[in-house]
């Protein structure tokens, strides 16, 4: 398993404010380890499908639904190791199906 | 306010809240001692205290949906007036699905006074709606069109597409039952999100046509004028202007879907470059934004309320 580089964390970090057009909000603002939905940055479910379009098309991993999503956008970091463990693979169908 | 471009500016005011937001909740210390004018109205000319209404406590959940409306209805004005006061300027009102009553206020349609009698009559005879024949409403985030159609018949029940929100962004309403399993269906076909709202009205759909007598009769005596600038409201930007067309639209509304995405489409195409979102809440813009990346969208929030 390949590990998560600080570039990478940065660059995801970047993806949400570009994504989000959070404009007040400074990369060093964001906590890497904080959680991004209700407290913290308090983003919500119409921020999460931003973030999923933005993944999909900067770094070819798809989140299949909601399940994998609160897994995923629990912070930066968990993120970061989603693009690291997914790029380049095919993902399980939206239905369950393996 | 700045405004960055010489484009036309819509002014947008949101639907129900999602939540009661500090201003007006527990920390506030009552809703008329609140040191705006329109809460003091709202007691002096409408008979209506903010103060007790928002804090009973026992009724609390059962009048939460009313209370989200007349707050939202009020924010929404408070954000406006502000906004006016500071020399801001507009082309265009738009709203979204509830907001239409705050909307007629801001365009003159209505008076403050009225607006909040109407807000707060409709929003009673939704209640008594919700408590003889329980409904809801969903909303479904990452799903396009044709799976929320596919959705609505698969839930072999009373359900309905009541707000399309963008491309990928929807609100169902239907029976309780219907609700329970789009929700279930949603996430199960890959939905980012589904859930419930805090709605218990089947709002924006056929469900409703049981109200719209009882609705029509209750609007009939209310004074209403000609809007000083086009309204234009959540279906598909038809701009509204005549009284009658208003009244008739403030019955027909409840049972008909929101198409906020063909009133934002709408609105673009008659060169609006900077969409304002009027009260507390951030919900139309983070929509606008999905719907044109490239056009500015933000919120004037409820600011110096204390």
Redesign the interface.
């Given at each position: 398993m390949s590990r998560v580089t600080e570039e990478l964390m940065m660059d995801v970090k970047k993806l949400i404010i570009e994504r989000?057009?959070l404009e007040e909000i400074a990369v060093a603002d964001i906590d890497t380890d904080a959680p991004l939905f209700g407290e913290g940055l308090g983003l919500?479910?119409?921020?999460?499908?931003?973030l999923?379009i933005g993944l999909e098309k900067e770094y070819g991993v798809s989140?299949?639904?909601?399940?994998v999503?609160r897994e995923v956008f629990q912070s930066v970091r968990t993120i970061a190791q989603y693009i690291v463990d997914n790029q380049g693979k095919e993902v399980a169908a939206?239905?369950?199906s393996p | 306010m700045a405004h960055r471009n010489a484009g036309r500016v819509a002014l947008c005011f949101p639907g129900q809240l999602s939540k009661l937001p500090d201003e007006i909740g527990e920390r506030s210390g009552g809703g008329y001692q609140l040191p705006h004018l329109f809460f003091e109205r709202t007691w002096e000319k409408a008979g209506f205290d903010c103060s007790s209404f928002f804090f009973q406590h026992e009724e609390e959940d059962r009048y939460l949906n009313l209370k989200l409306q007349v707050a939202s209805y009020l924010l929404s004005m408070v954000s406006f007036d502000q906004y006016q006061r500071k020399g801001g300027r507009w082309d265009f009102i738009t709203e979204h699905s509830m907001g239409i009553y705050a909307a007629l206020a801001a365009a003159g349609a209505v008076s403050f006074e009225d607006g909040l009698a109407i807000t707060k009559g409709i929003g009673l005879i939704l209640e008594k709606v919700g408590e003889e024949n329980p409904g809801g409403m969903a909303a479904v985030i990452g799903l396009e069109s044709e799976e929320m159609k596919r959705i609505c018949s698969d839930a072999a029940g009373d359900l309905s597409v009541a707000n399309v929100n963008g491309s990928r962004q929807f609100v169902l309403s239907g029976d309780a039952t219907s609700i329970d399993r789009s929700i279930e269906l949603s996430l199960k076909r890959g939905a980012i999100s589904a859930q419930r709202l805090t709605f218990n009205t089947p709002l924006h759909s056929p469900l409703m046509e049981s109200i719209t007598g009882e609705v029509r009769t209750f609007i009939t005596d209310f004074a209403i004028q000609s809007p000083h600038i086009p309204v234009v409201s959540h279906w598909s930007g038809k701009p509204l202007s005549d009284p009658d067309e208003i009244k008739e639209f403030l019955v027909e509304e409840l049972c008909r879907p929101v198409d906020w995405e063909g009133c934002v489409q709408y609105l673009l195409s008659q060169g609006v470059t900077c969409f304002i979102e009027m009260g507390p809440q951030n919900t139309l813009t983070k929509l606008i934004r999905w719907i044109d990346r490239d056009v500015q969208a933000l919120l004037y929030g409820v600011r110096n309320l204390r």
């Open positions: 989000l057009k919500d479910s119409i921020d999460a499908l931003e999923v989140i299949p639904d909601a399940e999503g939206a239905d369950g | -």
